[in-house]
């Protein structure tokens, strides 16, 4: 049985409802849980969410960690499914994180029937080199884990206490690239090997039983954040005088702060507005050229040396295109749903993250 977490501070208004009566999946749970948001939004006081456990895959990468400390300071409980326990018992030492429960692939199962909500956020990180042998597994990461994931919730919906919600990350290389065009929810796919990823990706996650699961697809842009993501290695390249726009500089960077996406996916799983598709970037992407000389300025370095086309795909082969054609995402969903940033803009983002060095 997993402890209550002592960490962080208690969210205002804590109730304490038993899950086994009051479970996120119950009819009953979600009258009340509306008749509380209505109630409460009409002064614009924060609203109160029931203590939840939260399955969440990929709970050791970059978002993830980030994630389940949030979801620990507002007293929830996390099971951490891992394929490797040694590794996550290390991010996650017991005797710091005492409301986080480690599971390995055979104990998946138990932890998903006994979820409020599960998180997916497992990949293989597509930073690097693309071999046709990487690009399988780039894909086949992402989908395997989903699928499992989709059985097992699938498989809990007759338990008394079972997921109500399933957040399953997903990325805007869904659209493809484009210098000219921007792509809301409502655009089509792309054509190209990130688009066919994201949307076998997405259909995995769309086998879950919708009937009895509220399913949250977040199309994921650039994370901004100092220990992980693109900008980790972008910042000691202009900390040695070395940084500097990639390519041509004009191609569009969809990005959103670590917090805000954070923000995102737990707004995705408490409250029941969130559904279907949601883009998962800030409201104002910018050109690479742009970021990186307002990285430059906050970390008071110039940015003057440019990663010419060739070098950079000598390095990433294939996987430059990403970097090197970009897209323009917009948050259309986001931003009707009333979503509140703490970073709409990159150089308040970029200052941000600049403190913390």
């Known amino acids: 049985m997993m402890m209550m977490n002592q960490m962080g ?80 018992a290390s991010v996650f030492p017991a005797s710091t994180y005492p409301g986080v429960t480690i599971a390995q692939e055979g104990d998946w199962e138990a932890c998903v029937k006994a979820s409020s909500a599960v998180v997916n956020l497992a990949g293989m990180p597509i930073s690097t080199r693309w071999s046709p042998e990487i690009k399988r597994e780039i894909k086949q990461s992402r989908i395997n884990v989903t699928s499992k994931v989709v059985k097992y919730i699938n498989n809990a919906q007759k338990a008394d206490v079972r997921p109500s919600v399933f957040v399953s990350a997903t990325a805007i290389g869904y659209y ?75 191609q569009w960077f969809s990005w959103i702060h670590l917090d805000d996406i954070v923000n995102l996916i737990y707004e995705s799983i408490a409250n029941p507005a969130y559904k279907g598709v949601i883009n998962g970037t800030a409201p104002n992407p910018v050109r690479l050229s742009e970021l990186c000389e307002r990285l430059g300025q906050v970390v008071g370095r110039p940015s003057w040396l440019p990663v ?50």
């Open 9 to 88: 501070v208690p969210a205002p208004l804590k109730l304490e409802l038993p899950l086994t009566r009051y479970s996120a999946a119950t009819p009953r749970f979600m009258r009340m849980r509306m008749r509380m948001r209505c109630a409460l939004n009409s002064d614009d006081s924060p609203v109160p969410v029931p203590p939840m456990t939260v399955s969440i895959t990929g709970a050791t990468g970059f978002i993830g960690r980030r994630l389940v400390q949030k979801l620990l300071s507002d007293d929830h409980k996390v099971c951490v499914l891992t394929r490797s326990a040694s590794k996550a």
């Open 176 to 250: 493809g690239t484009s210098e000219i065009h921007s792509f809301d929810e409502s655009s089509p796919s792309g054509n190209d090997y990130l688009a066919e990823v994201c949307r076998e990706w997405e259909a995995r996650a769309r086998e879950v039983n919708q009937e009895d699961v509220r399913l949250v697809l977040l199309r994921i842009g650039v994370v901004l954040g100092k220990d992980g993501g693109a900008l980790a290695k972008m910042i000691p390249l202009f900390m040695m005088f070395a940084g500097g726009p990639l390519g041509t500089g004009r």
């Open 308 to 357: 010419p086309e060739f070098a950079l795909k000598a390095v990433l082969g294939e996987g430059a295109s990403v970097v090197l054609e970009g897209q323009k995402v917009l948050p259309k969903k986001a931003k009707e749903l009333g979503f509140s940033y703490t970073y709409p803009y990159v150089d308040g983002a970029l200052k941000a993250i600049a403190r913390d060095l």
